[in-house]
């Protein structure tokens, strides 16, 4: 009777098989936009051996279902256009309607990147509600894909596209609509965004396994998880007696207290981000990515690690998708009054100093942060700079995207004289003089010190320090920081030290 059960179960399952319908990932469907001038990917299951047929814009492409019923096929690259239809035959049959061509562009980080156009309680907006109402876009489209965390690479996610309206702005990353919003409007062709980031995460949740695993350098990455997962035993009895005191305080009419943060351990699971909301898109081409992330990588153990981490998640996702150095455009960490224990000069360094990478850019945003709030208002300018950012190096308009970018410092006398790239026409104090710049002599010691611009040049001096060997500027959580170019863009914050130093 065991054999003939067993027997039974075989039949069915290889009878599921034969009547098995072609299922495409969530990222294929109707109203999405596919990547320009690049073959056209399509993917998707079927059952074992089952011939399937892709058909597009008048070209059609047959394949058959694997062992498995994974199949795949590649279709000529189109230009920008639409909307067409794309039927896949098999069994069943899919249509997928209101298809367009043109660039698409993969959005990731954390909560600035998340915040969406219509704000967070305590956390609003720049003119949300009017940027709300005017978010009717049809050549914009708009897939945000779920949180969740895994332990292997997952090959699909339960994400769709939908056309950008106000209803469907309203929800979405503020900081990657404006960069989209800027690139349809100046490039006159259809954008995809794709959305994946969740707030409060670390950067090393964001990289693939392996890129970890191949640097001997990253592994204290995993005896920082350890030692998370031994505090987080303590996190529930934690959030409960938060919550009794939220509800004392109402009870009083009071405003409840602040509670220390605790941080969702599968969100801070190295790979964990990645396995489960970078890794199903790995085979959809895209045109480049934007990130905003950061904050989450301050703490005084780790923050010099970044300057190895953000580097090595940049080279992992580019070799995740095979399409070369694909345009990496990136937020710089505002200002804010973190925990003085947190590092946010080392991160704003570590940022600057990944721009060595090729194809690589960096929106700075000192200038717009709010000291009491760590999720800036201002999302416009964001995504205006990473616009431009895009618009300069993908795009190819001869236009300064950048603010001035430390070059080097050499002593004179008892001066530093600072050279930087990106001056546009010459160097701008914002204010009487210029502020937020220190010297070293061989003590190390930084202080305060005078700067002056000479040409494209900054002078910097300061009577204590007759010998300087290093010089920085804006390094602080809220530093004094007032260069500008004369096209209006911000200086990164820097120091001339060879290696960033350990706070």
């Not at 999405?32 to 892709?54: D, F, K, T």
């Not at 995207?401 to 010459?426: C, I, K, N």
């Not at 060997?469 to 120091?495: E, H």
């Amino acid at each position: 009777m065991l054999r003939i059960s067993l027997f039974a179960l075989l039949c069915t399952c290889f009878m599921g098989y034969g009547r098995a319908e072609v299922k495409l990932p969530g990222c294929l469907s109707s109203h999405m936009v596919l990547q320009r001038e690049q073959p056209i990917h399509i993917w998707g299951w079927s059952a074992p051996e089952e011939n399937v047929s892709v058909a597009f814009h008048g070209i059609s492409r047959d394949t058959v279902g694997d062992d498995l019923g994974q199949w795949s096929v590649y279709l000529p690259p189109e230009p920008a256009g639409g909307p067409y239809a794309l039927t896949i035959s098999a069994t069943n049959r899919i249509v997928l309607e209101d298809v367009l061509v043109g660039d698409v562009w993969f959005a990731s980080g954390q909560s600035n990147m998340e915040m969406p156009l219509s704000g967070w309680p305590g956390a609003p907006l720049k003119d949300s509600a009017e940027e709300i109402a005017n978010a009717d876009h049809p050549r914009i489209r708009l897939l945000q894909v779920p949180k969740k965390s895994s332990d292997f690479p997952l090959r699909d996610s339960e994400a769709s596209w939908v056309v950008c309206t106000p209803k469907t702005a309203a929800g979405f990353s503020a900081a990657a609509y404006f960069f989209g919003r800027d690139i349809e409007a100046r490039e006159q062709v259809p954008v995809g965004l794709i959305h994946a980031s969740w707030g409060g995460t670390p950067a090393e949740a964001w990289l693939s396994l392996e890129a970890i695993a191949s640097d001997a350098g990253l592994m204290s990455l995993f005896a920082a998880r350890a030692q998370m997962m031994q505090d987080q035993a303590d996190v529930p009895a934690m959030r409960a007696r938060d919550r009794r005191e939220d509800q004392a305080a109402r009870a009083a009419g009071k405003t409840p207290p602040p509670h220390t943060w605790h941080p969702d351990p599968a969100s801070w699971a190295p790979a964990g981000l990645f396995n489960a909301m970078v890794a199903p898109f790995r085979p959809f081409p895209i045109r480049g990515v934007i990130w905003y992330q950061g904050e989450s990588n301050s703490r005084p153990a780790f923050a010099p690690l970044y300057v190895r981490l953000f580097p090595a998640l940049i080279k992992d996702w580019r070799r995740q998708w095979r399409e070369g150095d694909f345009p990496f455009l990136f937020v710089q960490i505002s200002s804010y009054n973190a925990d003085p224990a947190e590092n946010w000069p080392t991160i704003r360094e570590a940022q600057r100093r990944t721009l060595g990478l090729a194809n690589t850019a960096m929106a700075v945003t000192i200038d717009i942060g709010t000291p009491d709030n760590v999720h800036p208002p201002d999302k416009q300018t964001v995504g205006a700079r990473l616009a431009l950012a895009a618009r300069a190096l993908t795009y190819g308009e001869d236009i300064e995207y950048s603010g001035p970018l430390f070059r080097q410092a050499r002593p004179e006398g008892e001066s530093m004289r600072v050279w930087f790239t990106h001056t546009a026409d010459g160097l701008v104090a914002e204010g009487d003089k210029l502020e937020g710049f220190q010297v070293a002599g061989s003590s190390g010691q930084f202080v305060d010190a005078q700067a002056h611009i000479d040409g494209r040049t900054i002078i910097v001096s300061s009577p204590g320090v007759t010998e300087p060997q290093s010089v920085r500027y804006g390094w602080a959580n809220v530093p004094k920081a007032n260069l500008f170019n004369s096209a209006g863009l911000p200086a990164s914050p820097f120091t001339s030290e060879k290696y960033i130093p350990r706070p």
